[in-house]
C-alpha cells in the first residue's frame, strides 16, 4: 500500500514538473528554449540577424530589450519565429546532468556559483543585465542569452555573440510556415527590388 503511494505521488510530481510543459507558440510558451525573431529594417536586408530571448521553465520568454531592461513574456520584436530548445543534459552546471555529476558538485562555476535550477540561472542573468547599459554591438539581446548558457555550462559554455547566431542558424527550427513567410518575404522582396534599382542607375 505504502508503495503505491510512493508511486502515485511520483507519478503526480511528473505531471506537474516544467518537463511535462510542451512548446506552445499560441501562448508564446517555449520551455527551455531560445528564441529568435526578425527585427524591422534590418532583418530585410541581413535575414539572418534577428532579435534572440531565452525561456524560463514555464517556457516564459525573457529578452534583453533596452538600458536596464530585461522584458518578461512580452517578446520585445514580436513572435517568436524561430527556436531552439536546449537539452538540460548539455548544460554542466545543472545538478541531476551527467556532466554536472561528474564534477565536484560543490564547484562553483566562473559566475561565482552552483546554479540549483535553469530558473535561478536565469533569474541572476537577469538581475545583471537590469544593470547593463544596451550596446547594439557589444552588450545587446545575443549577449543576454549567451550570459545565461554560459551560467548554465550549456556545451561547456564559452558562448559569445557570434557563435549564439551560428548555433540559431544552423541548428534554430522554424514555429510555423507562417513564421517563415514573416521572416524572409521582406528580404525576398527588398533585394531583387534592389537589384533592379541598382541595375537601372549604372
Not at 535575414?47 to 512580452?74: K, Q, S, T
Not at 530558473?119 to 544593470?131: G, I, N, P, V
Not at 564559452?158 to 510555423?176: D, K, S, Y
Not at 527588398?190 to 537601372?200: A, D, E, M, Q
Request: aromatic residues 12%; charged residues 20%.
Amino acid at each position: 500500500m505504502e508503495s503505491k503511494r510512493d508511486s502515485d505521488h511520483h507519478v503526480m510530481m511528473e505531471e506537474s514538473s516544467p518537463k511535462s510543459i510542451q512548446i506552445d507558440p499560441k501562448r508564446a510558451r517555449f520551455p527551455y528554449c531560445i528564441v529568435w525573431s526578425p527585427l524591422p529594417v534590418i532583418s530585410w536586408f541581413i535575414p539572418f540577424i534577428g532579435h534572440v530571448g531565452i525561456c524560463r521553465e514555464d517556457g516564459v520568454i525573457l529578452d534583453f530589450a533596452g538600458p536596464n531592461f530585461v522584458c518578461v513574456d512580452n517578446f520585445t520584436f514580436g513572435a517568436a519565429t524561430r527556436y531552439l530548445q536546449i537539452s538540460k543534459e548539455k548544460c554542466s552546471f545543472l545538478p541531476g546532468t551527467s556532466d554536472f555529476n561528474n564534477e565536484d558538485e560543490n564547484q562553483d562555476n566562473e559566475y561565482g556559483s552552483d546554479m540549483l535550477t535553469w530558473d535561478e540561472a536565469l533569474r541572476k542573468s537577469t538581475q545583471e543585465f537590469q544593470h547593463h547599459h544596451y550596446n547594439i554591438f557589444t552588450c545587446n539581446c545575443h549577449s543576454f542569452v549567451a550570459n545565461n548558457l554560459n551560467r548554465l555550462g550549456f556545451r561547456s559554455g564559452g558562448w559569445n555573440v557570434v557563435n549564439l547566431a551560428i548555433l540559431f542558424l544552423l541548428e534554430g527550427h522554424w514555429v510555423n510556415k507562417a513564421g517563415i513567410v514573416r521572416s524572409i518575404l521582406p528580404f525576398a522582396i527588398v533585394f531583387p527590388l534592389g537589384l533592379i534599382l541598382g541595375g537601372s542607375t549604372s
